[in-house]
């Protein structure tokens, strides 16, 4: 049985990643979200959904901090990416080990704020 999880049109694979979550399977999701990365290299959402189930999964921070990055990097113009940055830098207290990744996000907030 297949599911798929559609809205505006669109097939959103972040809902059906929480689904396999949910029934206990977080490599059947990481595995998915890796795919639409790759088909969709500019989806910022899911690199975000990814960083966020790496860090549920145990993922170091270094990795979840590089889906981050990566998250940025596929539409730089928005501001959630940024702002999720930002959110890993201060949680983990690493904005003095990353003092321009924290400049340059916040830069880029406020950029796309204006």
Known sequence: ???HVVHEGKER???????EVSNG????ARKRLQDVTKARPKDFQAFLELAELSTR???TPAETLELRRAAVNASPGEATPHLSLIGQLVAAGEMQQH???FIDAFHQVVECAS
């Open 1 to 3: 049985m297949s599911i």
């Open 25 to 28: 399977k977080p490599e059947a």
């Open 13 to 19: 694979p972040a809902s059906l990643a929480a689904i």
């Open 57 to 59: 999964t145990g993922a």
């Open 99 to 101: 003092p321009f990744a």
